[in-house]
Nanobody, 129 residues
């Protein structure tokens, strides 16, 4: 898997917003699955959202559904995670990853990706009360 570069993290208060970016320009397949995972201190990494770059299919964990939006730019070289209505429970380091198309539709972005060991540096998101 190609290691990707995340950016856009920061510190906000409860209810605030942040937009994370992931540079996927090194990924050379025409269509693929891109996703975000996060890991809070002392907790296992969990899948947050995923998007199939070949269409408009998006996937979210229950904990962020309705608050977070995953998207790509027109060139499919950058993946964004718009995070609204942030809660202290969203505090974590966020990572992006890529995989095959089936990873989106079979749920691997949520079940298998968090167990991978090829993550990049991630970007820290801190939400205060």
């Amino acid at each position: 898997h190609v290691q990707l570069v995340e950016s856009g993290g920061g510190s906000v208060q409860r209810g605030g917003s942040l937009r994370l970016s992931c540079d996927a320009s090194r990924y050379t397949y025409s269509t693929y699955c891109m996703g975000w995972s996060r890991q809070a201190p002392g907790k296992e990494r969990e899948g947050v959202a995923a998007i199939w770059t070949g269409g408009n299919s998006t996937f979210y964990s229950e904990s962020v559904k309705g608050r977070f939006t995953i998207s790509t730019d027109s060139a499919k070289s950058t993946v964004f995670l718009q995070m609204n209505s942030l809660e202290p429970e969203d505090t974590a380091k966020y990572y992006c990853a890529s995989g095959e198309v089936d990873d989106c539709f079979l749920g691997s972005w949520s079940t298998a990706w968090p167990k991978r060991d090829d993550w990049g540096q991630g970007t820290q998101v801190t939400v205060s009360t």
